[in-house]
Structure formats: C-alpha cells, structure tokens
T-cell receptor, first 112, second 113 residues
Framework: NAGVTQTPKFRVLKTGQSMTLLCAQDMNHEYMYWYRQDPGMGLRLIHYSVGEGTTAKGEVPDGYNVSRLKKQNFLLGLESAAPSQTSVYFC???????????FGDGTRLSIL | GNSVTQMEGPVTLSEEAFLTINCTYTATGYPSLFWYVQYPGEGLQLLLKATKADDKGSNKGFEATYRKETTSFHLEKGSVQVSDSAVYFCALSDLSGNTPLVFGKGTRLSVIA
C-alpha cells in the first residue's frame, strides 16, 4: 500500500533555481492538495485540485505553480526559489466528501 | 467562513496522566470532524473521525465526541504514554466536501516518563 508518495524527500536549492515536487497517489482519489508547514506553525494550503485537469489557489499560492495532468499525480513547481520558501511540503489526497485526507511523508526543502 | 480553534500548546504531561485537547469549530450545517496526529519527522496520520452529531470517534485509546450543541470535538485519552508525544491537529470538512479540510494550528504534546 503506497498511498501518497512524495519525491524527493530532501532537497537543497540556491536562490533563483527552479524545481518540481512530485506527488503521486494510488487510491484513485479525486482531490489533491499541497501544503507547507513552517516551524511552530500549522499547515498552510498552497494549491489544490478537485480533479484531473483542475487546479485552484489556496491560502499562500504566490511563488508556486501546480499541474494535475494525470489523476494520480499533482506537481508543485517553484520557478525561482526564494529563502522564504524554505519549508516542509506535504501533499495530501482525498476520495469523496466526508472522507479524510491522506498525507505523504513530506519533502524537506532548504533554499540558500 | 469555516474555522477550527485548538487550545494553545505545548502541553506537557507525565506518563499515565489524563489528556484533553480542546477543539471548537465554526461551520454551517453539519461538518465532518477529524483528529490527525503528526509524529516527529513524519506526515499527518488520521487518528479518528466523526461524521454526525453525537458520534464518538476512537482509536488507540483516544476518543472524541462530536458535540453539535457546543460545536466542540475535544480529544481525550485516559492514560498517556511517552509514545503519544506528537502534534495533534483538529480539522473539519464542510457539508459539500468539495473544499479542503480546515485545520487548527496544532497542539504539541510532550509526555515525560
């Protein structure tokens, strides 16, 4: 049971570099989400998707882009990384209404 | 809009003590309610859930009852262990289920032997 898989698990970038975080789920879930979690803070929603080909902005979308070309994958992109984007990023997915969200193990991203 | 308020942490307890973490919510209709747990260095895991008023969710000795009259979903455990040290998040899902879960800010629990 893979569930929600995030790659990579760790990454260090220099300011201005770009990268893509991959989230894959094998539960045929419609809804997928990207969050960031900073020390001492809760989860903040970056972007989410309610189905293949759809995306929507969350609470803190600036500096990030997303794509959901396939139902099982949800990509989070940083076009020009900034130190303020140093964080732990979590992906989650959910099937139907009233169902819980299932989370990946996180990607720890440091931007120097 | 919908919101979740959790008690501020950190909470420090001795092993075998009784735990209560308060959670209250604001929502229209009858949301579903969840408690998640995050162990150090890991992602969030569902701990328990309740989908209608007076439902009691339970798992691993933890319990929470969906109280519509007080709009609360307090987490309780009769006897905590060191292994329960983690961050606990309360969350709600609105009636439509089409919007993301709304999370509280989390409560850090430390249990000392």
């Amino acid at each position: 049971n893979a569930g929600v898989t995030q790659t990579p698990k760790f990454r260090v970038l220099k300011t201005g570099q770009s990268m893509t975080l991959l989230c894959a789920q094998d539960m045929n879930h419609e809804y997928m989400y990207w969050y960031r979690q900073d020390p001492g803070m809760g989860l903040r929603l970056i972007h989410y998707s309610v189905g293949e080909g759809t995306t929507a902005k969350g609470e803190v979308p600036d500096g990030y882009n997303v794509s959901r070309l396939k139902k099982q994958n949800f990509l989070l992109g940083l076009e020009s990384a900034a130190p303020s984007q140093t964080s732990v990023y979590f992906c989650a997915s959910r099937g139907h209404r009233n169902q819980p969200q299932h989370f990946g193990d996180g990607t720890r991203l440091s931007i120097l | 809009g919908n919101s979740v308020t959790q008690m501020e942490g950190p909470v420090t307890l001795s092993e075998e003590a009784f735990l209560t973490i308060n959670c209250t919510y604001t929502a229209t209709g009858y949301p579903s309610l969840f408690w998640y747990v995050q162990y150090p260095g890991e992602g969030l895991q569902l701990l328990l859930k309740a989908t209608k008023a007076d439902d009691k969710g339970s798992n691993k000795g933890f319990e929470a009852t969906y109280r519509k009259e007080t709009t609360s979903f307090h987490l309780e455990k009769g006897s905590v262990q060191v292994s329960d040290s983690a961050v606990y998040f309360c969350a709600l899902s609105d009636l439509s289920g089409n919007t993301p879960l709304v999370f509280g800010k989390g409560t850090r629990l430390s249990v000392i032997a």
